[in-house]
């Protein structure tokens, strides 16, 4: 199915979950906020919340520093 990640067309398999998603697109899901359909995402909720065709979503990575 196709969603906007990031800004960017991708095609990723249907039903899955934003746990998958991470899984799928290879990002640690440790360090990371999500948002799906301009809304936050809980990191408890990402095995139940399901990326639906089109939807818009966010993935934003922390980066430590100083």
């Not at 249907?14 to 899901?29: C, D, F, H, Q, S």
């Not at 948002?35 to 399901?50: G, S």
Request: charged share 25%; net charge negative.
């Amino acid at each position: 199915m196709q969603i906007v990640l990031n800004g960017e067309p991708r095609e990723v398999p249907e039903n899955i979950t934003v746990l998958g998603l991470l899984r799928y697109i290879a990002v640690p899901p440790e360090r990371v906020a999500v948002e799906l359909d301009r809304e936050i995402v809980r990191k408890q909720d990402w095995e139940r919340a399901v990326v639906r065709p089109g939807a818009q979503v966010e993935v934003v990575m922390f980066v430590g520093g100083g």
